[in-house]
């Protein structure tokens, strides 16, 4: 089955816009004890690596405006692969330093795209 890219970036926000709203406000500490939101920052995260890799396969130079997309594939890869090495602190610095710059360029991506 063929994937259209403009719909896994559209997936890709989404998935970065639920992040972010899931953690809103949150320390680490609240972070590391809310399982139900561990577990549903992770999914979607590797929604968002999903989507980026499935891009890439589709259109390899499609994802040259995206910071570090290979790293964010990457990072997809150990937490569905390496789930009991994830740490919390990595992932919420992701969050509050990554997350929003990705979820621009994506905005950026899709709106070239359209």
């Given at each position: ?10 997936d890709a926000i ?76 990595l992932v919420l ?22």
């Amino acid at each position: 089955m063929r994937h259209d890219p403009n719909i896994c970036i559209r997936d890709a926000i989404d998935a970065c816009e639920l992040i972010l709203a899931f953690t809103a406000g949150y320390s680490l500490q609240q972070y590391q004890t809310d399982l139900r939101t561990k577990a549903a920052v992770e999914r979607e995260f590797e929604i968002i690596g999903e989507a980026l890799n499935r891009i890439n396969k589709i259109d390899p130079g499609k994802l040259e405006s995206i910071t570090d997309w290979q790293q964010i594939i990457q990072f997809r890869n150990v937490i569905a692969h390496g789930y009991d090495i994830v740490e919390d602190e990595l992932v919420l610095e992701s969050i509050l330093e990554d997350l929003p710059v990705l979820l621009s360029e994506l905005k950026a991506l899709i709106d070239k795209n359209e």
